[in-house]
């Protein structure tokens, strides 16, 4: 295939760190065997990076979603039943899921609007990870605070970015972290990179013009949270036609990459599991 391998592909180029950074114009080939999202709310995982998530999977990767919370707030009425909301958006989002390809979506079902970047959280995750085992971990940018052009990255994002990197690192690697996990039968897993979504400091650029209407149609499954759909394409489009110019193709996303370690036949004495 036309992607430069896979994690698991012993002829993947090596890629260093220079590399990464001269990324900015040529498209991302690295691509990960199994992937993880990780997201605060339904319909996060599709205004992010679901053209990824998608394109990695059209070419062979399994991935997985995880929604700590059920959008249980994502509403204006206070009158509302939350856990009938609830229940509305996972539907919702496991429709999304099926559209990019996803093998399966779990809910952490945390408080939507309280989301706390705290033990049970971070044991919730590492569970996960430990599960599904996948190579990267896909997530929102943690030090997203205030965007550039005005407004606040909901704290719901931020809570979820930075409890899904600390999961990520250490304690999912560490068999002693939370180790009854380990004992039953959840071994330690190194995720080896982060990629971060809705960053303003992106590194790598993924070409998906073949995957842009995946992601249009995966928000469209959104139907409580999308009141004027024909907008939200145009918007979606525009971003994506904006980020695509960076690299001279259709549509791209920019997503800020952090790796962690280099791919196991690239390492020295120190192998990933
Ligand atoms: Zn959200």
């Known amino acids: ?11 993947a180029p090596v890629e260093t760190a220079s590399d990464v950074a001269a990324a900015e114009i ?16 339904p319909d996060d995982a599709d205004f992010g990076p679901a053209a990824t998530a998608a394109r990695w999977i059209d070419s062979g990767s399994s991935g997985w979603l995880v929604c700590c919370t059920s959008g249980d707030a994502g509403g204006e009425d206070p009158e509302a039943d939350p856990l009938a909301l609830a229940v509305v958006r996972e539907d919702e989002q496991r429709r999304a899921a099926e559209i990019v390809g996803y093998e399966g979506v779990t809910f ?5 609007g309280a989301l706390a970047n705290e033990l049970p959280l971070r044991e ?7 599960t599904f085992r996948p190579d990267a971990v896909l997530t929102h940018d943690p030090e997203m605070v205030f965007w550039s052009d005005g407004g ?8 979820a970015g930075m409890a899904a990197v600390d999961a990520v690192y250490p304690a999912a690697r560490n068999p002693m972290a939370f180790p009854w996990l380990a004992r039953s039968g959840l071994a330690a897993h190194r995720v080896r990179r ?14 998906v013009s073949a995957s842009l209407g995946r992601k249009i149609d995966a928000l469209r499954a ?9 907008k939200l394409e145009e918007r979606i489009r525009e971003w994506g036609t ?29 192998t990933g599991e």
């Open 242 to 270: 904006e980020d695509g110019r960076k690299m001279g193709v259709a549509a791209a996303e920019a997503l800020r990459l952090v790796v962690i370690d280099q791919d196991p036949e690239h390492e020295g004495p120190q």
């Open 1 to 11: 295939m036309s992607e430069g391998g896979t994690g698991m592909d012993a002829s």
């Open 108 to 112: 952490l079902h945390q408080p939507d």
């Open 26 to 41: 040529a498209h991302h080939g690295w691509r990960p065997e199994r992937f993880m999202v990780i997201v605060a709310h």
């Open 222 to 230: 959104h139907v409580s949270q999308i009141h004027e759909p024909e």
């Open 194 to 207: 982060l990629y971060l979504f809705w960053t303003e400091r992106p590194n790598c650029w993924i070409d």
């Open 152 to 159: 606040v990255n909901h704290i719901d994002h931020r809570t």
């Open 124 to 130: 919730q995750l590492v569970r996960e990870i430990r």
